[in-house]
């Protein structure tokens, strides 16, 4: 039971690449979480999927999109990378708001 | 979206003290929970506790939800307890995270 796999663990990207963060699951939840942790500023949710096949902005979703391809997998993808974006980047999922929230080991990413 | 301060920011303790953490919500939330992040940066989930008290260990929490304030024991401090612990409130769809308490334990 691995619970929440993020890939790859450490990025570098150069200003105006673009890359895909993967995100999965095998605890059969419903909702799952992208999240950017940033010093000072704790986590920040970027965009969330309630179910599958819902997506939704959270509070920074600006230069980034996600897809929900399964129930499983929750992608998020940085279309033209910028410096602003340099983070550490978390996915979670949980099975219900009534539940606990379980996250990923996390992306460090630095674009310069 | 809701406010979460969690206090006090920074904490050092002596091994084998203490200590008490404070959660806040700026409104009222659906559930709460606790986090713990080590040193390597693995966030690993302590608590989920919508209200009243849990134990789990040297570990406990308190909600109080209709006040709006949560609260994290730390009894008998170890060194690998160091690391940030944060709270999150979770309303909607969304949960909402503070900013952490960043503890040091030295030995």
């Known amino acids: 039971n691995a619970g929440v796999t993020q890939t790859p663990k450490f990025q570098v990207l150069k200003t105006g690449q673009s890359m895909t963060l993967q995100c999965a699951q095998d605890m059969n939840h419903n909702s799952m979480y992208w999240y950017r942790q940033d010093p000072g500023m704790g986590l920040r949710l970027i965009y969330y999927?309630?179910?599958?096949?819902?997506?939704d902005k959270g509070e920074v979703p600006n230069g980034y999109n996600v897809s929900r391809l399964n129930k499983r997998e929750f992608s998020l993808r940085l279309e033209s990378a910028a410096p602003s974006q340099t983070s550490v980047y978390f996915c979670?999922?949980?099975?219900?708001?009534?539940?606990?929230?379980?996250f990923g080991s996390g992306t460090q990413l630095s674009v310069l | 979206g809701i406010q979460v301060e969690q206090s006090p920011p920074d904490l050092i303790l002596q091994e084998g003290a203490n200590s008490t953490l404070r959660c806040n919500f700026s409104d009222s939330v659906n559930n709460l929970q606790w986090f713990h992040q080590n040193p390597w940066g693995q966030l690993i989930n302590l608590f989920y506790?919508?209200?009243g008290t849990k134990q789990n260990g040297r570990l406990s929490a308190t909600t109080v939800a209709t006040e709006r304030y949560s609260l994290l024991y730390i009894s008998s401090s170890q060194t690998t307890d160091s690391g940030v612990y944060f709270c999150?409130?979770?309303?909607?769809?969304?949960?909402?995270f503070g900013t952490g308490t960043s503890l040091t334990v030295i030995p």
């Open positions: 999927s309630a179910s599958e096949g819902t997506t």
């Open positions: 999150a409130g979770g309303l909607g769809n969304q949960f909402y």
């Open positions: 979670a999922s949980t099975r219900s708001l009534d539940e606990k929230l379980f």
């Open positions: 506790i919508p209200s």
